[in-house]
């Protein structure tokens, strides 16, 4: 992957590093490259990774400018409606996120140019790791709704990931819709995700779901990301239709997910029947706890 998206000696320092320990690669024009690895921020060297800036590679304009070129196929207009949205997939399920010069016209964004900033987001298979969960979550083959949650980068996406292969290998009758809005999920269908599941890419999650329900009639829905202001009417049809729902959210915690503003109204109405919070503790996706509708623990 780095050979395909970076010039060789940047290829070359990352190869020094094991690669199932690197989250992240941020790109700034003009500053050391910064390397995430395990959940903790290094330089990146010409040897791997350095504290140390003065050992530090620069990043010149140049890397970022040619890496753009390389995901969208040097046509920035066929990435246009992702750079918009601050980001970029690519292969694999890795995300490429962008900071530039937001182009606006008559309040609307039109496209972000003069890309400065850019972090290559790395997604990785852990197998099992939502087994530590996988009991309080089903029972007797019957699958909660389920909406996960934790901080940026502390494994909901990895812990869904095995969760819907989980679900997909131990129950041949139990068929999965993924809503992979962004092509984290299902690495743009090249991440095998198990015999049993469907995925529909780069919607939205509204047509994902009315559409996807109403064709290819799911057991279980799948989806990452929510936003509790304007997912939560999706989802609520989704259930009144006999669909379970797993979904992730950004939230450190259980309080800090009872602050959102729509939260009074998901617990009143019980849409989900598991909370998973998960944190890095002990390196992403460290099950913190599991807790029902009533927010009593079952899972410590």
Do not use: W
Request: aromatic share 6%.
């Amino acid at each position: 992957m780095f050979k395909q998206l970076l010039p060789i000696n940047l290829a070359t320092a990352l190869s020094e590093i094991n690669f199932n320990l690197i989250n992240e690669v941020r790109l700034r024009a003009n500053k050391p490259i910064v390397v995430n690895v395990a959940g903790k921020c290094f330089y990146l060297s010409n040897i791997g990774v350095t504290s140390k800036a003065s050992e530090a590679i620069i990043c010149d304009a140049g890397i970022i400018s040619g890496l753009i070129k390389i995901v969208s196929n040097n046509s920035l207009y066929s990435i246009n409606d992702q750079l918009i949205n601050g980001y970029v997939p690519y292969i694999g399920g890795v995300r490429i996120g962008v900071a530039g010069e937001v182009v606006s016209e008559h309040g609307n964004i039109k496209t972000v140019k003069n890309i400065t900033s850019v972090n290559i987001r790395i997604p990785h298979l852990i197998k099992n790791c939502s087994l530590s969960a996988y009991g309080s979550l089903v029972n007797n083959g019957c699958v909660y709704s389920t909406l996960i949650l934790s901080s940026p980068g502390a494994g909901k996406t990895t812990f869904v990931k095995d969760l819907i292969m989980q679900l997909s290998k131990r129950n041949l009758n139990l068929s999965i819709l993924v809503v992979d809005e962004r092509g984290e999920l299902s690495g743009s269908n090249s991440i095998n995700l198990g015999d049993n599941v469907d995925v529909i890419l780069n919607s939205t999650k509204k047509f994902a779901f009315q559409n996807g329900i109403r064709s290819l009639n799911p057991d279980v829905v799948v989806t990452d990301e929510i936003n509790l202001d304007s997912d939560l009417e999706t989802i609520e049809e989704a259930l009144t239709c006999g669909v379970k729902v797993i979904a992730t959210i950004h939230a450190k915690n259980i309080n800090d997910l009872k602050n959102k503003k729509s939260f009074a109204m998901l617990l009143n109405k019980q849409l989900f029947n598991r909370y998973v919070v998960l944190n890095n503790s002990c390196g992403p996706g460290t099950l913190e706890g599991v807790y029902n509708e009533s927010m009593s623990c079952v899972c410590c």
